[in-house]
């Protein structure tokens, strides 16, 4: 990073239109974060105009500086903090026109920290329509800093927004506004002795009780809490003050369009048989729209495969590359489809505002198992991954409803599960119609409902058992019904699905290579198979032998030898030690799972296959029987559907809830529903 | 006559009156539900479930323990 880049810091209430103006402003040049995800942790992008170059770091949309969600609080430690390495050099704070006076209460917060800022009002063309109109010539007279007006969906004023961006900004400091209890010398001399940045951070840190000034408090006659509820009463006071002087009204334009269709929305039938139609279509889609670009997908890996083979020197780096890397390659790619269109519905249900009816309408029922209305967004997420879904759950107040939506979102079934089901489903369900249903689709659907049910019933577990607390509640904002702009929603979704492919391939290529190795090297054994295999079938003609001799040799590798290894483990569940190799590689990532499986049939196998046929013409090379029976795959998926088997989820677990206790609970108790659920399915079928 | 937030029916409005003391008064504070504040209860999501309302200009959906709380002229 040069050091004439600056750093800018996006900041605003959730629901305002943030993460549409951070698109505007780097458009594609944006780091891909970690993971997939809507608005989680901080988002890096950059941009040049004029010369300059900026950095920009999209924070999640918060309330106020006073936490009461992890969200919050991450926010709040960001922008307190001068000495930190990576603070900002300049804030945009946003705000939405069509909700000036609770989003001002924010931005009056965040000044007070003497940051230099810019306030920037969003949707202002959406407002001007709806007869919002405001004066931000007098509006920066009163605030003391630049005020700029923008549509970051149209683009307008954005030019100017960077241009102010480019300038020095020396923001006015307002008299002292946010409390009449303590004085400014007061908190002037706490200050000091606490080293703190602005007298508003000084104020800050005795309502978080992080200052111990109880006898100053003593004197004046009042409590951190009594300071608190007074700073908002004196916030809104003095944004009342002049509100009327900026802004106008013409309520003859309004449009109450919000309202009517929430009467629709949120209406006790038809809100739910429409938030119940919505699911029903994005599920359609992933399965009848992903299942073309999928079935390409495979055939072109498969394809791709056999003509590296063919147009590379034959010799070990061929082998690697088209028995080991392409397969594993292709088993990351084909989730492209099915991310990219759940990325697009949920998108379009953020930007819309329909997220928030969403919270609205499943908070009772959520309580009830002990979740929040807000854990349905994480809960949807993690029907893509578990990991934007886990991170998602920071918005929830309530620590005991945030515990139990991060513990039980790896259950719900995630899109690394779906190829295992996919490949699995093909191989022992009929590829017919049932009426107007397609029977695989009716099993894939079946998968999706037993990982819901499970969920529930762990969730409902876990609030028995885990004690309550009131540490937070439900309050949240219903926006305006806006239509989102497909640039926009384009530009989420690229984000995502790259992101994913990249994170995950990364692991995926990683295991790949190792689990080729380990199948084509080995002991005394596997060195002398080709000596060892002539001497015990003298009878059987040459091809015969070559084929014994491949599968000699995969025993003997030392990917063979972990198998067999585990196999008395795993024997009662149906499995053989090549579904061993599967599942131990595939403990990282589940999906690597089809990437093995095609990877340890390859090296089997002559012929370039795809991996669905392969799977089905496996046979035990003891007994001779199919390996993939009714019962076998049935125990199968029950593995997939209930097991932990990422180590990424296990990771932001941690991360999320800073408790070894919490995730070890969440790995121990799905590893051993998983195994128990499969013993019982082979058991009962076989 | 004062009543609490909780008894308003559908499409009624009115405005808040007090705020009882409670863990939440800030946040309810900072989401605008302050003693003066025009409402206006636009839905009621069913089996006791969170209550939207109108609050000036912005939409605040809040369940009802903490809307039993909140004391309003009717």
Same mark, same amino acid.
């Given at each position: 990073?040069?050091?004439s ?6 900041v ?6 943030k993460?549409?103006l951070?698109?505007?402003?780097c ?12 608005t989680?942790?901080?988002k890096k992008g950059?941009?040049?105009?004029n010369?300059s ?6 924070l ?5 500086l006073?936490p009461k969600?992890k ?7 960001y922008l307190a ?6 603070f900002?050099?300049?804030?945009i704070?946003?705000v939405?026109a ?7 209460y ?15 009002i969003?949707?202002t ?10 004066d931000?010539?007098?509006?920066q007279?009163?605030?003391g800093?630049p005020?700029?007006?923008i549509?970051?969906k149209?683009g307008?004023?954005i030019?100017?927004?960077?241009t102010a ?14 409390t009449t ?16 940045h602005t007298?508003?951070?000084?104020f ?6 992080e200052?111990?000034?109880n ?7 009042t409590?951190a809490?009594?300071?608190?509820v007074?700073?908002?009463i ?5 944004i009342?003050s002049y509100l ?19 009467k629709?929305?949120?209406h006790?039938i ?7 139609l919505?699911?029903f ?5 992933l ?6 670009p ?8 498969t ?20 028995d ?12 492209i489809p099915?991310i990219?269109i759940?990325?697009?519905f ?8 329909y ?7 499943m ?5 009830r ?10 809960l949807?997420?993690?029907l893509a ?5 886990i991170?998602?759950a920071? *918005?929830? =107040?309530?620590?005991? =409803?945030?515990?139990i ?7 719900l ?8 089901y996919v490949?699995l ?7 017919e ?13 079946g998968?999706? +409902?037993i990982g819901i049910?499970? *969920?529930f019933i ?8 885990l ?7 439900l ?8 239509w989102p702009?497909?640039k ?7 984000k995502n ?5 990249i994170?995950?391939?990364?692991i ?7 689990l ?7 002991g ?11 001497q ?12 014994k001799?491949?599968?000699?040799q ?9 198998g067999?290894?585990? =196999?008395?483990?795993?024997?009662p ?9 599967a ?12 990437g093995?499986m ?6 089997n196998?002559?012929?370039?296959l795809?991996i669905?046929?392969r ?7 003891e007994?001779?029987?199919?390996t ?5 795959a ?6 997939y559907? +209930?097991s932990?088997?990422?180590?990424s989820t296990?990771?932001?677990t941690y991360k999320?809830t ?6 070890a609970?969440q +790995?121990?108790?799905?590893s ?15 | ?9 559908i499409?009624?409005s009115g ?6 003391d ?7 504070f900072?989401?605008g539900?302050?003693p003066?504040?025009?409402?206006k209860?636009?839905n009621i ?16 959906a809040?369940?009802r ?7 309003v002229?009717?």
């Amino acid at each position: 990073m040069t050091s004439s880049q600056k750093k800018i810091a996006l900041v605003g209430n959730p629901n305002i239109g943030k993460t549409t103006l951070f698109n505007k402003l780097c458009g594609l040049s944006q780091k891909t974060g970690n993971y997939p995800g809507v608005t989680i942790d901080k988002k890096k992008g950059k941009f040049k105009f004029n010369n300059s170059e900026f950095e920009v770091i999209d924070l999640p949309g918060i309330n106020s500086l006073y936490p009461k969600s992890k969200d919050e609080e991450l926010v709040i430690n960001y922008l307190a903090d001068k000495s930190k390495a990576d603070f900002p050099d300049k804030i945009i704070v946003t705000v939405s026109a069509l909700n000036l006076k609770r989003n001002l209460y924010l931005f009056h917060q965040i000044k007070d920290l003497e940051i230099p800022l810019i306030l920037a009002i969003n949707m202002t063309d959406i407002a001007e329509k709806r007869g919002i109109f405001i004066d931000e010539k007098e509006l920066q007279n009163i605030v003391g800093c630049p005020v700029i007006k923008i549509s970051a969906k149209t683009g307008l004023g954005i030019n100017n927004l960077k241009t102010a961006l480019t300038s020095e900004l020396t923001p006015d400091r307002l008299a002292q506004n946010y409390t009449t209890e303590l004085s400014s010398d007061i908190l002037s001399e706490l200050k000091h002795k606490h080293k703190k940045h602005t007298n508003y951070h000084t104020f800050l840190s005795i309502t978080h009780t992080e200052i111990d000034a109880n006898d100053i408090l003593a004197q004046n006659n009042t409590s951190a809490r009594k300071l608190k509820v007074n700073e908002s009463i004196l916030r809104y006071k003095f944004i009342k003050s002049y509100l009327d002087n900026v802004l106008t009204v013409d309520k003859s334009k309004a449009n109450d369009f919000t309202t009517r269709a929430d009467k629709l929305l949120l209406h006790p039938i038809w809100g739910y048989a429409i938030f119940g139609l919505i699911l029903f279509t994005i599920f359609q889609s992933l399965f009848a729209l992903a299942a073309f670009p999928m079935d390409w997908i495979d055939n072109l890996t498969t394809n791709f495969a056999e003509v590296s083979k063919l147009w590379m020197p034959e010799g070990y780096l061929n082998d690697l590359i088209s028995d080991g890397i392409v397969p594993g390659i292709g088993g990351i790619l084909i989730f492209i489809p099915q991310i990219a269109i759940l990325f697009l519905f949920f998108s379009i249900l953020e930007e819309s505002g329909y997220m928030s009816r969403i919270v609205f309408l499943m908070d009772k029922l959520m309580q009830r198992i002990g979740m929040s209305g807000k854990s349905v967004v994480p809960l949807m997420s993690s029907l893509a991954c578990a990991i934007p879904g886990i991170m998602a759950a920071r *918005s929830i =107040e309530n620590k005991k =409803e945030r515990l139990i939506t991060i513990l039980i979102a790896p259950l719900l079934t995630c899109s690394a599960r779906l190829p295992v089901y996919v490949v699995l489903i093909s191989l022992v369900v009929p590829d017919e119609y049932y009426g107007p249903f397609n029977l695989q689709g009716l099993a894939m659907f079946g998968m999706y +409902f037993i990982g819901i049910f499970a *969920s529930f019933i762990v969730a409902l577990i876990f609030k028995l058992i885990l004690k309550s607390d009131y540490s937070g509640t439900l309050l949240l904002e219903m926006p305006q019904y806006l239509w989102p702009s497909a640039k926009n929603t384009l530009i989420t979704v690229w984000k995502n699905v790259s992101s994913f492919v990249i994170n995950a391939g990364k692991i995926i290529l990683a295991t790949s290579v190792i689990l080729f190795v380990l199948a084509t090297k080995g002991g005394d054994n596997f060195d002398n198979a080709n000596e060892i295999v002539s001497q015990q079938y003298i009878t059987l003609s040459k091809d015969e032998i070559k084929t014994k001799v491949v599968s000699y040799q995969l025993e003997n590798s030392y990917l063979g030898m972990i198998g067999k290894s585990i =196999e008395p483990a795993i024997k009662p569940l149906g499995y053989d030690w090549k579904i061993g190799i599967a599942l131990i590689s595939s403990l990282a990532a589940r999906e690597v799972f089809v990437g093995t499986m095609s990877t340890i049939y390859s090296i089997n196998s002559e012929e370039s296959l795809t991996i669905k046929n392969r799977l089905a013409q496996e046979r035990n090379t003891e007994t001779g029987e199919l390996t993939f029976t009714l019962a076998t795959a049935v125990s199968l998926l029950l593995f997939y559907a +209930f097991s932990l088997q990422c180590f990424s989820t296990v990771a932001v677990t941690y991360k999320e809830t800073k408790s070894i206790k919490w995730t070890a609970i969440q +790995f121990i108790y799905m590893s051993v529903f998983a195994y128990l659920a499969a013993l019982i399915a082979f058991q009962l079928l076989s | 006559m004062s009543c609490k937030l909780t008894d308003i029916k559908i499409n009624q409005s009115g405005t808040i009156k007090e705020v009882i003391d409670n863990p939440l008064i800030t946040k309810l504070f900072e989401f605008g539900l302050l003693p003066g504040a025009s409402f206006k209860v636009l839905n009621i999501a069913p089996f006791n479930g969170p209550i939207s309302i109108l609050i000036e200009d912005t939409r605040i959906a809040l369940r009802r323990k903490e809307a039993q709380f909140i004391l309003v002229n009717c």
